[in-house]
């Protein structure tokens, strides 16, 4: 490419433009490599995932021309994850006129993410917001709307501006059926080709580019190739390393550690968050976590009893011997501190014992006040679908006795290293939305993560992928080739493997207890102590597994055992990685908590002289052993200057 | 399982070929027929008047040259709504071809009115064929009103009321008329897309109220004949 | 909160394949917490069976917290239960009663064959929309978003209809196996808002059309679907979609 950074960093070169950074993106999609119209449908372009980036890719990409062949592991695309997320999306419209601009929101997000991300990126990532908006309203996405017709928005996550457009407390599902319907589009076009219920499990190189991945037919069974031009991951994070967290039961990172084997680069995975107000675990069948709407805090009150292990139910113990922590310790943010904060303090919380509800792992959230002061009627209005929800799960009426929330694994800001032009490094494999690590540094901010997949699917990869396509040379290939057979046979071997150990223990019964070791030792703070003792029983744990585990079911039909143990034997490796990253950054930052790295009142210290920087894993294991090398890439922050977070 | 798109631009139906327009016109012609029946339940009340008004009353029908349309209408009407609800019906049992081993319960169940419209509608069919031949293909009784003969029907009414098998039979079937008038009407409306979030608890009220009574004004014609008249 | 724990005698579907005979299994769940919801407890049910080296049930799940869609199961002849505005994954076991016995089947329709046990192929749904449910925008050829105002009624009717989440339940809960409440709720949501006026007759036409040849039944507005819904999306769609439809057909050339 023309123009990029000078230095050379090998295969971690982010090809980052030069020049103001306001200009960057413009500069380089002047800059970038077209491809011929009539020769765009020569190409074909696999997408694994139909989730907000996944489907706007694929319709982004269909109308471009491309031969699109788009993949899911649901019954259908409409079902991604994306589907559940509640908040909002941010936009730098300044529709409110409330002084908000590109560069505020670029601002924002690099000082939240605790300068850990990259700023040109993050920069395009604002840039980028407003046409989004745009896009997703001509698709007919029902955001909400004033009384005049134009289009509502709030404030949300700690931000001082009302930039986050929403829809109701669906936000998520609803852009997603908008990326969803424009993909649908295309199919019936022909320019796209949907294959639902497949699940990938291996990346085909070619000459040490992607071109092909190897998939399940989760009813058939049957192991198929596909072939193509350059490969588009969009699987989402890998929360569910921890078992519960507030992802979706089918989420998984296999097809992003399945690539990260074969040679891509794994940054930051120890950047994970944890959202502060779910709804808290209530047995050991517990599946998942449900999350509810940051925007709770907005009217509710966090504490717990000042005396510990104060047994009474909430209405009968007095307001003056409740503490109102965050208050306390946060005066003018209060209870709406940042999600990591919130959340730590949380923990420190039930650490000391002051923990309420049945297992002592939770704090109320309190709306006697509100109620009090606004009325019933303005708090149903509110939040109405959030309190059924709580009622439904809990059979507590949260109108008379306070929430109890607890917080809960949410997103993983980590994910494959990918180059400003969201590739990875193999060539040809691009990366997008919430699988990859660029914009959201060490924490992400409310509302930024649908912003990031559909700026990622909608308006940057149609561009980049073009500059790729346009300048690799690359020969043709069908099925038949050797590194697709070989795959075939791997991942045939693996899942006979997976099946043939027949040990005495179920797949979820080793999940649980991988969760368990995660949360505990690489969860809301860490330790060196802890880290090291779970590396060591991730790796018994593992041991464990690849013995004792047991699969039921033939490989040849639906079988979800089978499917679990696959992902299961990732998180395994993945865990370890998370572990051993967070025991290299010896800082606090954003979601990465060291306990050993920290201020006299408990606040997160950063070093950025020696961990300004991202941590790219290499892969240097074997095909039954896993073993690491970091490299770095460094920050530089030529706007944003790097300060100390306060939100005293 | 079918993944591939079958490529190619938005194919359409005819109205007539879709389950929609069918279903649109078996609710014009039922509401077609609903409106029929209220007038003949209307007609027939002249039964409480005497024989003499009711009797013209027919006649003054018989001998309107539109009567030949308005049968034809009317038999075209009813035909179509029968053959269309069936042919849905059948087409509607085929979308399950496994049953549920247990009934919905609460507030997801359905009636057993909604689930037996078909039914109904062929013990109305019967009902009405045997009607037919009661009234309009049975005994020629004559009457002569100022010097103009024509049908004495009132006489055979009240003959064929009399006997407590025909009565007993009438009032079954125009209950189950009630029935499905109850939800037809309604029904009706919404398959024609009149549906009002304000007023749509209304619709319904019409729609019992109408079949109410249309059955119990055609129900009171023969209790009448029965029990008061003796 | 307290923590009762039940014992059910659970009658499952078992079906081996698409082509296979299914038949009910009879299987004992014990010690079920009335907290955990009913996917959860089929969790507990589907360990205890790995355990014994028996197949696990298969029923498709993901997001259990009411929104992907994915749950969907027949629960004493209930689809989702018998909870109103409820998914299986949001039925919780405080529902049942001990020693109650629940019979469990898949959402039953032609147009949705059985994969097996539980999990149906629901893909008419994404045929459906694929026939007319978008909006033909190409990205980045769209005006400011504040250029088309939407009135806020309008707007909120339009969300209302578009919060479907696609799990077939409308489809398991008619007597006639009628999808009328999902394409009409697709239909509604783009019909009611200014940007899907250029193709409103189409969409209406083509997903009629498709819905048919997918081989669901006719509506007879008994209202099973809307009761069974888990969005509780509303009649008044089902008489939107009639009028479009007989209103594009009149004006189809």
Redesign the interface.
Known sequence: MADTTPVSLGKLDPKIPTGPIEKRWEKHRFEMKLVNPANKRKHTILIVGTGLAGA?AA??LS?LGYKVKVFCI??????A?S??AQGGINAA?N?ANDGDSVYRLFYDTVKGGDFRSRESNVYRLAEISR?I????????V??????????DTRSFGGAQVSRTFY??G?TG??LL?GA???M??Q????A??????REMLDLVQVDGMARGITVRNL?TGEIESYVGDSVLLCTGGYGNAYYLS?N???SNASASWRCHRKGAYFANPCFTQIHPTCIPR??D????L??MSESLRNDGRVWVPKSKGDKRPPQQIPESERDYYLERLYPSFGNLVPRDVASRQAKFRVDEGRGV??SGESVYLDFADSIKRLGKDAISEKYGNLFD?YA?????NPYEQPMRIYPAVHYTMGGLWVDYNLMSTIPGLHVLGEANFSDHGANRLGASALMQGLADG??VI?YTLGHYIASTKMEKVDTTHDAFKASREEVSVRLNKLLNIKG?R????IHKELGNIMWDLVGMSRTEAGLKDAIAKIRTLRKEFWSNV?V??EPN?????LEKAGRVADFLELGELMATDALERNESCGGHFREEYQTPDNEARRDDEKYSHVTAWEFTGSNDSAAWKPNKEPLTFEYVKPSQRSYK | MQNHSDNGSVKTTGWMSSTIGRKQLVGVTGLGLSGFVLTHMLGNMLILVGPQAYNQYAHALVTNPFIYIAEAGLIAMFLAHMFIALRLSWSNWNARDFKYAMRPSGAKRTTFTQRSLWAQGLLILAFTILHLITFKYGPNYTANYGGIEMRDLHKLVIEVFQEPVYVAWYIVALIVLGFHLSHGVGSSLQTLGIHHIRYQRHFKTVSIVYALIVTVGFLSQPIYVYFLRG | MSDKKMNLNLKVWRQAGPQAKGHFQEIQATDVSEHMSFLEMLDVVNDNLVRKGEETIEFDHDCREGICGSCAMVINGNPHGPDRATTTCQLHMRRFKDGESITIEPFRAKSFPILKDLVTDRSAFDRIQKAGGYISANTGSAQDANNIPVPKKKADLAFASATCIGCGACVAACKNASAALFVSAKISHLALLPQGEAERSERALGMVAQMDAEGFGACTNTGACSASCPVEISLENIARMNREFMFASLKKK
């Open positions: 706007s319709a982004s109308e649901q019954d259908s695309p409409r079902r994850h589907i559940a419209k529709y046409a908006i745009d896009h997703c309203v001509a698709l007919g029902p955001f909400a709307r004033e009384y005049g017709g134009m289009l829809a109701r669906q599902q609803q059926l969803y319907s424009s649908m589009r199919v019936e076009k022909g796209c080709e949907m294959y639902p219920r009813i507030t979706a039961m089918n209530s047995g069948y517990q599946s998942k449900t999350l509800g049945p929800m439904k799960i809990t059979d507590e909608y308006f149609p005495k179920p797949v979820d019964e047991h039921t079911g039909f639906k079988n979800s055992e």
